[in-house]
Every structure is written in C-alpha cells, then in structure tokens.
C-alpha cells in the first residue's frame, strides 16, 4: 500500500488539513483511500465521522497491521513527532509531506525538523522521499517571500503554496475535502494542488 505521511512537530501547521485533503483528493481520483489518524486529539477521525455517505469513501484505519491490498494510506500525525517515534514511522512510508505556515515561529521550529528528516535512514537511503507544502501562504506578502529565502538552502522540494482560505475551513464542518465543494468556488485551490498529484504520481 502506497503511504503518505503527513508531518511536522510544529502545532498548527496544517497537517490535519493537508491530510484530510490529501485523502479526499485521493477518493475523488477513484484511489482506494484509508486514513491513519496518530493523534490523540483525533481531528481527522472526528472529520471523517462527518463525512457524508455520498461523497467517494475514505476508510478508517487504526493500526499497520489492519494494511493489506492495493491503496493509498493517509497518515496524519501529531505535533511534537520526532526521534525513535519519527524513524520507526519512516519504515512504513513511502513518501512525507511537511506543511509549514510562513512564520517567523513556525520556521524556526521546523528547520530542525527538515534536518532531522534529511538525516533519518530511511530518507538517506531514498526508501522515503520528502516534500514541503507552503500553507495559507498569500504570495504577494513578506512572509511568503520570507518562506521561500527560509527553504532555499535545504534540499528538498517545494511542491506548492495553498492560500488561506475559508474553502478549507468550511468544507472541514462538513466532512469534506475542498474537492467536495462546488468546482466554481475552488478552481483556484484545486489549481495549487496539481503539483502534489504530480509529485505523488511520480
Ligand atoms: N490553507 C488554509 N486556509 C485557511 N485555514 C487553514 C489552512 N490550512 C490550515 N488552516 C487552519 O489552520 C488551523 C491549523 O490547521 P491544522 O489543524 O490542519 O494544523 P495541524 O498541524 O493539524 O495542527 P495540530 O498540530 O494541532 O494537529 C486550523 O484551524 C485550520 O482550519
Ligand atoms: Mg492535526
């Protein structure tokens, strides 16, 4: 099963947003979607518990030993991952995701994280490829242009900037991905996500 992992151990990054995404990015494209929820506070349980019967179907799932057949796994994970707990997760993965939110606070306390993760076996040794999402970025602002001279020097790519905008928000209440909303509302926002199908593809 292809496994994605969502991480960064700053709070708030958007992790949850980008994974619940993510997996009903993933539905809608007709993949065969599970969702692997490894914090305590459950947010992305609590919003597949909202989702609609209607909409393509994303699985729960609670544990590697339930991952069998073909598919794609979402995992979200919880603030403040790193050490043994981030090295064993990357055994299982395929491929991470680390959104950031350009701010001065949550730069500083990612570039450890990224070197962390360029340092981590699996990562050396190509089994698990990297990929930053710059979230709620408005590219006209300081902190965008901030963000992209914070992530110049490291190796990794940058995959895209998703706006802030209350389309996530708002498809979240309802159990839903902004790929849920209508597609006149969100071309703007399905637009940025092309890259991530791209890289995920690849
Ligand atoms: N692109 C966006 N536009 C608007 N709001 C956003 C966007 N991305 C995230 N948010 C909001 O930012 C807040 C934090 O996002 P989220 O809960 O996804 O972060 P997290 O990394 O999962 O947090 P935690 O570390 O607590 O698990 C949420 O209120 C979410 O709705
Ligand atoms: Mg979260």
């Known amino acids: 099963m292809n496994t994605i992992l969502i991480a960064n151990p700053k709070g708030g990054a958007g992790k949850t947003t ?28 609590h919003w597949l518990s909202l989702r609609p019967a209607s909409l393509p179907r994303i699985q729960r799932l609670d544990s590697n030993k339930q991952k069998s057949g073909d598919g794609v796994l979402v995992l979200d994970s919880p603030a ?8 064993d997760l990357l055994k299982l993965v395929d491929k991470v995701i680390v959104p950031i939110v350009p701010s001065s606070f949550d730069l500083a306390a990612t570039q450890v994280f990224l070197y962390e993760l360029l340092n981590e076996k699996a990562v050396r040794k190509g089994k698990a490829f990297v990929a930053i999402v710059g979230m709620r970025v408005d590219a006209r602002t300081r902190a965008a242009e901030k963000l992209d001279e914070f992530l110049a020097p490291i190796d990794l790519p940058v995959l895209t900037h ?28 399905v637009a940025q996500w092309q890259p991530i199908e791209t890289w995920l593809a690849q």
């Open 80 to 87: 403040g991952l790193h050490g043994g707990k981030l090295g």
């Open 162 to 189: 998703l706006r802030d905008t209350q389309n996530y928000v708002n498809a979240a209440f309802e159990g839903k991905s902004i790929f849920d909303l209508a597609p006149s509302l969100v071309a703007q926002d």
């Open 18 to 45: 980008l994974s619940t995404n993510l997996a009903g990015n993933l539905a809608r494209r007709g993949e065969n979607v599970f969702l692997w929820d490894l914090d305590r506070q459950k947010s992305a349980l």
